[in-house]
């Protein structure tokens, strides 16, 4: 069966992309591989970053490989947080200022148009190929719910009248961003 590396150490993506390639693929993780570098991700594009990252795993260890990188982008603030999403508020990663100073930027602000953007990029032998999932919303005003991480109680996505947050994560899957950069990776994967 053909074997490929996925570069993340997530368990709940590698869990679930486990549960989508079953049978057809196996999908490592870096931990499978031996590999615990601190991969840097340098890039100022989503685009960027799953390259650096698949790439890295490519030349140092041989495996094809995919990995993803996310990010929120607001339309009022010219796509802020993007690529900066896990670290807006400062480095340490703590969704909970991240949230509160996107909130602080967007008090006055009438228009709260977002969308997540999931970036996928895969190397097979030379191929470079990238893959993208989109989900429009809009920020709310205040968080609401608990369920998911990093910016989900303050997302609403088109078409729902609650937050990503407030959603369950089969359901959430289903339509978010990196769901459907996954489907598209997928797909190409069945070919
Ligand atoms: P990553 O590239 O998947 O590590 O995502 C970068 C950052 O974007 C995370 O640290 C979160 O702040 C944010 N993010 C990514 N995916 C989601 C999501 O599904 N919901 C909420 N925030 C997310």
């Not at 369950?168 to 598209?184: L, P, Q, T």
Request: glycine letters at 8%; aromatic letters at 8%.
């Amino acid at each position: 069966m053909k074997k490929i590396v996925f570069a993340t150490n997530n368990s709940h993506k590698l869990e679930e992309l486990r549960k989508l390639t079953e049978g057809k693929i196996e999908i490592l993780s870096l931990k499978d591989i031996n590999c615990d570098d601190d991969i840097p991700e340098t890039a100022d594009t989503l685009e960027g970053n799953a390259l650096i990252k698949a790439r890295w795993v490519k030349n140092r260890y041989g495996y094809d490989c995919f990995a993803d990188d996310t990010g929120l982008e607001v339309e009022v603030l010219n796509g802020a947080p993007g690529v900066y999403s896990a670290r807006y508020a400062g480095d340490g990663h703590d969704s909970h200022a991240n949230m509160k100073l996107l909130l602080s930027n967007m008090t006055d602000k009438d228009n709260r148009k977002a969308r997540f953007r999931t970036v996928v990029a895969l190397i097979e032998g030379d191929d470079e190929r990238l893959f993208e999932g989109i989900v429009n919303g809009l920020i709310t005003y205040e968080p609401k719910g608990t369920s998911g991480f990093g910016y989900d109680p303050i997302f609403q996505p088109e078409g729902h009248d609650v937050t990503f947050a407030e959603m369950n994560a089969e359901d959430k899957n289903s339509i978010s961003h990196r769901g459907r950069a996954v489907a598209k990776l997928i797909d190409y994967f069945s070919l």
